[in-house]
């Protein structure tokens, strides 16, 4: 049912970010969890303890595009994106205690189904329940 990759309060950026054009890729079943620190593995608080991913607007925070996996992010604030901040494409995003804030592209989430039009969500917005679960992807 996939790794959980426990991640301790700090603000997490990369050099190579321009070169990728993507903080972090994932392309397997993976919960990223943070609010943790470095001498209590076993408790998160995210409020206590923030967590934070942050593209420096040099490129996307997310990006997932491989069929079948589920990305579960819990406890993170994923910052300053470009683009589509978050792109999870071909898969199922499930965001819990988390936000997407001061990014200058939108997420689009799509409806249930494939049909119609996919709800835009731009930056600022809060993702409400009736999004979650049905995965953010780059609208093509």
């Given at each position: 049912?996939?790794?959980?990759?426990?991640?301790?309060?700090?603000?997490?950026?990369?050099?190579?970010?321009?070169?990728?054009?993507?903080?972090?890729?994932?392309?397997?079943?993976?919960?990223?969890?943070?609010?943790?620190?470095?001498?209590?593995?076993?408790?998160?608080?995210?409020?206590?303890?923030?967590?934070?991913?942050?593209?420096?607007?040099?490129?996307?925070?997310?990006?997932a595009d491989t069929a079948g996996i589920t990305v579960t992010v819990s406890g993170l604030t994923m910052q300053r994106g470009?683009?589509?901040?978050?792109?999870?494409?071909?898969?199922?995003?499930?965001?819990?205690?988390?936000?997407?804030?001061?990014?200058?592209?939108?997420?689009?989430?799509?409806?249930?189904?494939?049909?119609?039009?996919?709800?835009?969500?731009?930056?600022?917005?809060?993702?409400?329940?009736?999004?979650?679960?049905?995965?953010?992807?780059?609208?093509?």
């Amino acid at each position: 049912s996939g790794e959980r990759i426990l991640i301790a309060t700090g603000v997490y950026t990369d050099p190579d970010i321009t070169i990728d054009g993507q903080l972090l890729t994932v392309d397997k079943t993976v919960s990223l969890e943070g609010g943790y620190t470095t001498s209590d593995w076993a408790t998160a608080d995210p409020v206590a303890n923030p967590t934070v991913l942050d593209a420096e607007g040099l490129g996307q925070v997310l990006y997932a595009d491989t069929a079948g996996i589920t990305v579960t992010v819990s406890g993170l604030t994923m910052q300053r994106g470009s683009g589509y901040s978050v792109d999870v494409r071909n898969a199922r995003l499930v965001m819990t205690a988390s936000a997407i804030v001061s990014s200058t592209g939108n997420c689009f989430v799509p409806p249930a189904s494939e049909s119609g039009f996919p709800y835009r969500i731009q930056p600022g917005e809060v993702l409400a329940a009736k999004h979650l679960g049905q995965g953010l992807h780059r609208g093509r």
